[in-house]
């Protein structure tokens, strides 16, 4: 989990870094709560709309497996990115997907070996490990490269974002809303703009393939 | 009570052993139908819940088995793949998800194959008699297993027929579709069960019947006979084509409504052993009755042989025979009354013989002791003292009398005579027209019969004195009568042909007597007692006259001494007037 928190800090810093020329505009900041005013974390929080145009070029990102987990377990990125799937681990993992957005398999492989795989499709992408039913991750497809994940607390903020009128969505994993129904429309200005979203989210039972309830011990 | 009375010996004991044979039978066959049917229906009770404990057990096993094969087969990677192709529209094709359906049935032998989506709409089937894309997402288990994302199971009708379904999510690593597998729970389960447990089993609600371990007819006269009150099941009878079953209904928890498990075991094939037990008890009855027929008919006859025999001997008896004897050949109170017969007959015949042979004047004590055998009566000398009596002018007064008077004056004078014999111990010999012959010492000897015979004399002639009033009172003349005695020795013993034997003495006294009795008319005396008499007397008497006076017969004249009553008790120390 060190390994993992400190890549995560790096990947931050790197991003931190390539977007540095705008990092004097206004920011978007919020939170997002549930139906009991407490903070949610891990709700991913982004750019509706406008979508801008696609990038030529779009940095690689990297879905680890550390542990028999993956390294993150939530994944936003813009369309068109493409994600590696090292296998740091000391066994095989054949990671595979069969969702709409984007079915892939990457069969038995350790190392650094694997194809990366390009997410050209807006949606949600579950991944999953064919040999430990427990592995799950999600890489969250989305069209536009404004987007950022709530803190513990559930506060977000969106930088790098030039003045003007945006339609912002939260999204999360538990919750059954469609990206547009929460969609609120945000008129960004010298100043930073506020928004707060609120979502219900289904119950977080302990399922078998999520977070570990049959993690091996 | 009368027709009881009336009925002979050997109805009576056979009644009575009958009645005896079947108050037993029917107490013992009462109560062993109350106890064993009790214990029948407990055993058969217990051996029911067992039943369906195993029943439910096996059940659970069987779901349990179902969970653990579609939760196996749910993380197939193939199957994973095979499901996810309903993301795809293009890729999508029921045939073939139908065909792994048909794959996997062969594969974990199961009947029923059926994939969903995430959502609960179907995919595939298999067999393929549902329609595809239809949201089957209502369906119990499904949807439960929707709600829980685990696997459940649950029995449910499809079409005809009655699952065991389990719905296991299939994760992909989320759920993206579910998989239920499906066991019928037809006649060959029902059988199987009923070879494991020995009960009758069936899985029906009140309008149908889905599975039975019954075959033929009694199939459709199942039913869930009775409204089941809430709480644990309870046995009870239920008449199938004639024969009892314990039934108990299980209801089974479906989505299925008031679908039961019906376990019954055949309450009349187990009382069978008591209906044989009371088939032998039957028999043995009967063969008591039989047997009480015969000892009934050898008892009575036991009775009624001796019984008949003794009633025999009473009419040869009552014909006069007293010779006859019963007899006896037991020791029973029939022998009792045989020998109490014959006892009384010797008693008869002895009596008899004491007639015969003494008349009918013969004193009790003396009876007595002929018969004890105290008085020898082969022939012996005795010395007795013999009284005449006489009615001194009975001629003249038996041609005054008619005939009729006479004996009654007659009888009235012996009874007196005899009364005062017996009350000195004497025996009247014998009547002799008008007069009495009567014996003193004899068949008893009796060292003082001389004055026994004395007091008798006095006796007769005091009594005389009541009889001539009464006679007067009836217009009759006075009785005058003379008694002479005399003493000495004789000859004593039965004298005469056998049938008419009788006690009698001989000897030259008894002529004497007879002649001095003679003499009292000679000297118009009352009573005479010869000198031999008088020698023997003590002073108590008052005598009279003597005389030494001719006889006939005899060649030396007799000495008589005239007694004239008892000594007066103040003249006891006079010397006597002889």
Redesign the interface.
């Given at each position: 989990m060190h390994r993992h928190n400190y890549q995560r800090i790096l990947f931050v810093a790197a991003a931190l870094l390539l977007v540095r020329p705008a990092a004097a505009e206004p920011s978007i900041s919020g939170t997002v709560t549930g139906a009991d005013g407490k903070g949610i974390a891990d709700a991913v929080v982004f750019v509706l709309a406008p979508t801008p145009p696609a990038a030529s070029h779009v940095a690689p990102q990297v879905v680890d497996q550390i542990g028999k987990a993956f390294v993150p377990e939530l994944l936003p990125v813009v369309v068109g990115t493409l994600v590696r799937f090292p296998n740091h681990d000391q066994i095989h993992h054949h990671v595979y997907s069969f969702s709409p957005a984007k079915t892939f398999e990457l069969p038995l492989y350790k190392g650094e070996d694997a194809p990366p795989v390009l997410f050209d499709k807006v949606g949600v992408v579950k991944i999953g490990c064919n040999i430990h039913d427990w592995m799950a991750g999600i890489i969250l497809v989305l069209p536009t490269p404004h987007f950022t994940v709530t803190d513990p607390e559930g506060r977000f903020t969106l930088r790098d974002l030039p003045a003007g009128t945006y339609t912002l969505s939260a999204w999360h994993a538990l919750s059954k809303l469609k990206p547009e129904d929460s969609a609120q429309s945000v008129q960004l200005s010298q100043d930073a703009a506020q928004v707060a979203f609120t979502l219900s989210l289904s119950a977080a039972r302990p399922r078998r393939a999520m977070h570990g309830a049959r993690v091996e011990p | 009570m009368r027709a009881w009375n009336d009925s002979s010996l050997r109805t009576k004991i056979f009644i009575a052993f009958s009645v005896l044979i079947l108050a037993v039978l029917l107490a013992t066959l009462g109560l062993t139908q109350l106890v064993v049917s009790r214990s029948v229906e407990a055993t058969l009770g217990r051996e029911l819940q067992t039943t369906g404990q195993v029943f439910q057990s096996l059940m659970e096993e069987r779901a349990a088995r179902l969970r653990t094969n579609s939760t196996l087969l749910a993380?197939d990677?193939a199957l994973?793949?095979v499901?996810?192709t309903h993301?795809?529209p293009v890729n999508y094709d029921p045939a073939t998800l139908a065909s792994a359906g048909l794959s996997y049935r062969q594969r974990i032998g199961v009947e029923l194959v059926w994939m969903t989506d995430e959502a609960g709409r179907l995919l595939a089937a298999s067999p393929a008699n549902a329609r595809v894309k239809q949201s089957i997402a209502r369906l119990s288990p499904l949807s439960e297993a929707l709600e829980?994302?685990e696997a459940t199971t649950a029995v449910v009708q499809i079409d005809d027929g009655l699952y065991q379904v389990v719905a296991v999510p299939v994760?992909?690593?989320?759920v993206?579709g579910f998989l239920l597998l499906g066991r019928t729970i037809d006649d060959a389960v029902a059988a199987q069960l009923k070879a494991d447990t020995g009960s009758q089993i069936t899985f029906l609600t009140p309008t149908r019947v889905f599975a039975s371990s019954w075959s033929g007819p009694r199939r459709n006269m199942l039913a869930v006979s009775r409204p089941q009150p809430a709480g644990p099941p309870r046995p009870y009878l239920a008449n199938i084509d004639g024969e009892r079953f314990l039934s108990l209904a299980m209801p089974i928890d479906a989505s299925v409504p008031q679908l039961h498990a019906l376990v019954q075991g055949s309450y009349d094939e187990a009382l069978a052993p008591l209906h044989a037990l009371q088939g032998r008890m039957l028999l043995i009855g009967i063969v008591a009755l039989a047997a009480a027929l015969l000892i009934g008919i050898s008892l009575a006859a036991g009775i009624i042989r001796p019984v008949r025999a003794l009633v025999s001997a009473m009419h040869t008896v009552l014909r006069g025979d007293l010779r006859h004897h019963a007899q006896v050949d037991r020791g029973d109170e029939i022998g009792f009354l045989a020998r109490s017969f014959n006892e009384m007959v010797d008693g008869l015949q002895e009596r008899e013989h004491i007639k015969n042979t003494f008349g009918r004047f013969v004193s009790r004590d003396v009876a007595e002791a002929v018969l004890d055998g105290r008085i020898p009566l082969g022939g012996e000398r005795l010395e007795v003292s013999i009284l005449f009596q006489d009615i001194r002018g009975f001629t003249a007064l038996s041609e005054k009398l008619d005939p009729g008077t006479l004996l009654r004056v007659l009888n009235q004078l012996f009874t007196e005579v005899v009364a005062a014999v017996e009350a000195e111990g004497g025996m009247v010999k014998q009547f002799t027209g008008d007069g009495v012959m009567a014996l003193f010492g004899a068949p008893q000897a009796r060292a003082d019969h001389c004055e026994r015979a004395v007091r008798a004399a006095l006796g007769i002639v005091d009594r005389l004195t009541n009889v001539n009033v009464l006679l007067q009172s009836q217009g009759v003349p006075a009785l005058q009568i003379g008694v002479g005695l005399h003493t000495g020795e004789v000859v004593a013993g039965l004298i005469g042909p056998d049938e008419r034997v009788e006690y009698g003495v001989v000897g030259e006294p008894v002529n004497l007597a007879s002649r001095v009795e003679g003499l009292t008319r000679d000297l118009a005396a009352t009573i005479l007692i010869s000198k031999e008499i008088a020698a023997h007397l003590g002073p108590q008497f008052l005598l009279g006259r003597a005389a030494l006076l001719p006889v006939k017969g005899r060649a030396q004249p007799v000495e008589v001494v005239e007694v004239l009553g008892h000594q007066a008790p103040d003249n006891t120390e006079l010397p006597g007037p002889a």
């Amino acid at each position: 989990m060190h390994r993992h928190n400190y890549q995560r800090i790096l990947f931050v810093a790197a991003a931190l870094l390539l977007v540095r020329p705008a990092a004097a505009e206004p920011s978007i900041s919020g939170t997002v709560t549930g139906a009991d005013g407490k903070g949610i974390a891990d709700a991913v929080v982004f750019v509706l709309a406008p979508t801008p145009p696609a990038a030529s070029h779009v940095a690689p990102q990297v879905v680890d497996q550390i542990g028999k987990a993956f390294v993150p377990e939530l994944l936003p990125v813009v369309v068109g990115t493409l994600v590696r799937f090292p296998n740091h681990d000391q066994i095989h993992h054949h990671v595979y997907s069969f969702s709409p957005a984007k079915t892939f398999e990457l069969p038995l492989y350790k190392g650094e070996d694997a194809p990366p795989v390009l997410f050209d499709k807006v949606g949600v992408v579950k991944i999953g490990c064919n040999i430990h039913d427990w592995m799950a991750g999600i890489i969250l497809v989305l069209p536009t490269p404004h987007f950022t994940v709530t803190d513990p607390e559930g506060r977000f903020t969106l930088r790098d974002l030039p003045a003007g009128t945006y339609t912002l969505s939260a999204w999360h994993a538990l919750s059954k809303l469609k990206p547009e129904d929460s969609a609120q429309s945000v008129q960004l200005s010298q100043d930073a703009a506020q928004v707060a979203f609120t979502l219900s989210l289904s119950a977080a039972r302990p399922r078998r393939a999520m977070h570990g309830a049959r993690v091996e011990p | 009570m009368r027709a009881w009375n009336d009925s002979s010996l050997r109805t009576k004991i056979f009644i009575a052993f009958s009645v005896l044979i079947l108050a037993v039978l029917l107490a013992t066959l009462g109560l062993t139908q109350l106890v064993v049917s009790r214990s029948v229906e407990a055993t058969l009770g217990r051996e029911l819940q067992t039943t369906g404990q195993v029943f439910q057990s096996l059940m659970e096993e069987r779901a349990a088995r179902l969970r653990t094969n579609s939760t196996l087969l749910a993380s197939d990677f193939a199957l994973k793949r095979v499901i996810a192709t309903h993301f795809d529209p293009v890729n999508y094709d029921p045939a073939t998800l139908a065909s792994a359906g048909l794959s996997y049935r062969q594969r974990i032998g199961v009947e029923l194959v059926w994939m969903t989506d995430e959502a609960g709409r179907l995919l595939a089937a298999s067999p393929a008699n549902a329609r595809v894309k239809q949201s089957i997402a209502r369906l119990s288990p499904l949807s439960e297993a929707l709600e829980s994302e685990e696997a459940t199971t649950a029995v449910v009708q499809i079409d005809d027929g009655l699952y065991q379904v389990v719905a296991v999510p299939v994760f992909a690593p989320d759920v993206i579709g579910f998989l239920l597998l499906g066991r019928t729970i037809d006649d060959a389960v029902a059988a199987q069960l009923k070879a494991d447990t020995g009960s009758q089993i069936t899985f029906l609600t009140p309008t149908r019947v889905f599975a039975s371990s019954w075959s033929g007819p009694r199939r459709n006269m199942l039913a869930v006979s009775r409204p089941q009150p809430a709480g644990p099941p309870r046995p009870y009878l239920a008449n199938i084509d004639g024969e009892r079953f314990l039934s108990l209904a299980m209801p089974i928890d479906a989505s299925v409504p008031q679908l039961h498990a019906l376990v019954q075991g055949s309450y009349d094939e187990a009382l069978a052993p008591l209906h044989a037990l009371q088939g032998r008890m039957l028999l043995i009855g009967i063969v008591a009755l039989a047997a009480a027929l015969l000892i009934g008919i050898s008892l009575a006859a036991g009775i009624i042989r001796p019984v008949r025999a003794l009633v025999s001997a009473m009419h040869t008896v009552l014909r006069g025979d007293l010779r006859h004897h019963a007899q006896v050949d037991r020791g029973d109170e029939i022998g009792f009354l045989a020998r109490s017969f014959n006892e009384m007959v010797d008693g008869l015949q002895e009596r008899e013989h004491i007639k015969n042979t003494f008349g009918r004047f013969v004193s009790r004590d003396v009876a007595e002791a002929v018969l004890d055998g105290r008085i020898p009566l082969g022939g012996e000398r005795l010395e007795v003292s013999i009284l005449f009596q006489d009615i001194r002018g009975f001629t003249a007064l038996s041609e005054k009398l008619d005939p009729g008077t006479l004996l009654r004056v007659l009888n009235q004078l012996f009874t007196e005579v005899v009364a005062a014999v017996e009350a000195e111990g004497g025996m009247v010999k014998q009547f002799t027209g008008d007069g009495v012959m009567a014996l003193f010492g004899a068949p008893q000897a009796r060292a003082d019969h001389c004055e026994r015979a004395v007091r008798a004399a006095l006796g007769i002639v005091d009594r005389l004195t009541n009889v001539n009033v009464l006679l007067q009172s009836q217009g009759v003349p006075a009785l005058q009568i003379g008694v002479g005695l005399h003493t000495g020795e004789v000859v004593a013993g039965l004298i005469g042909p056998d049938e008419r034997v009788e006690y009698g003495v001989v000897g030259e006294p008894v002529n004497l007597a007879s002649r001095v009795e003679g003499l009292t008319r000679d000297l118009a005396a009352t009573i005479l007692i010869s000198k031999e008499i008088a020698a023997h007397l003590g002073p108590q008497f008052l005598l009279g006259r003597a005389a030494l006076l001719p006889v006939k017969g005899r060649a030396q004249p007799v000495e008589v001494v005239e007694v004239l009553g008892h000594q007066a008790p103040d003249n006891t120390e006079l010397p006597g007037p002889a």
